[in-house]
């Protein structure tokens, strides 16, 4: 059994643009379900325990960046360097596939304007379609655990997950969904899910790639788990862009 865990960076909601991350990245990262109870489970819980003393604390991005609600020592410059090299270690360590969907709002809203779709509703529809490729490329089962937004945004991914499996999308039938993908099961950050506390480590380095700011992971961690195509791209097959823009910076290349 396959786990793709979803974690966002960014808002949803096109009437909020930052102007300094005016995008939406929603990210997922399969795993197979022994390889997150045996190994990742225990390497982010060692890791946990290393740096801050206790397993029970829970990486999210915003914090230890901001170095705010339990993450204060990364204000120190060698306990930041420490905790980045041991985060990148468990990363390393762990098998996982990547998939990312980041979504330009403001050249979404340019393009499609009225007619523009809900940046998580339309990157989720993304990262089933390559979930549901990947299942069946590997002959096997999935099911999908998405990070709590709060109850109503909940409802909705749920009812866009059952339209997904009822009508299927634009390139797969419902029964490709359907008999691959088994169901998804929302998580709240608090229940201290390990897959979840990754794919928040990755989704933001993503965004802040594409928009070309620093970097706090080593980003070749990152393209070497996309998924990718059978000549070794992963852009377009773990990483996906929208709105695509012919003949704008090659995702992969200098920026991203």
């Given amino acids: 059994m396959k786990i793709l865990f979803l974690d966002e960076s960014g ?55 901001r170095s705010v609600n339990g993450f204060e020592q990364m204000r120190i410059k060698e306990f930041r360097a420490g905790f980045y090299a041991g985060l990148e270690d468990v990363m390393r360590g762990i098998d996982f596939i990547l998939l990312a969907c980041v979504i330009d709002k403001n050249r979404h809203l340019e393009k499609y304007q009225l007619r523009a779709m809900d940046p998580y509703l339309l990157s989720l529809e993304i990262l089933v379609e390559r979930f549901a490729h990947y299942l069946k490329e590997a002959g096997d089962q999935g099911v999908i655990i998405a ?10 991914i749920n009812l866009a997950f059952l339209g997904l499996k009822i009508n299927g999308t634009r390139f797969l039938k419902p029964k490709d969904i359907a008999q691959r993908i088994d169901n998804l099961v929302i998580h709240r950050k608090d229940e201290n899910v390990v897959g979840l506390q990754i794919t928040d480590s990755l989704v933001s380095p993503i965004g802040r790639r594409y928009l070309g700011y620093k970097d706090y992971l080593d980003y070749r961690i990152i393209e070497d788990k996309f998924r990718k195509n059978r000549e070794g791209n992963y852009l377009g097959s773990g990483l996906v862009i929208l709105p695509k823009k012919i003949g704008g910076p090659r995702i992969g290349s200098d920026r991203l």
């Fill in 147 to 156: 990070e709590s937004r709060g109850s109503q945004l909940d409802n909705e």
């Fill in 11 to 65: 808002d949803h909601n096109l009437l909020v643009l930052d102007k300094d991350y005016p995008i939406f990245v929603l990210g997922g990262c399969i795993m197979d379900e022994k390889e997150h109870d045996e190994k990742a489970k225990p390497a982010l819980s060692s890791f946990k325990k290393k740096s801050f003393g206790t397993e029970k604390i829970i990486l999210h991005f915003r914090d230890y960046a």
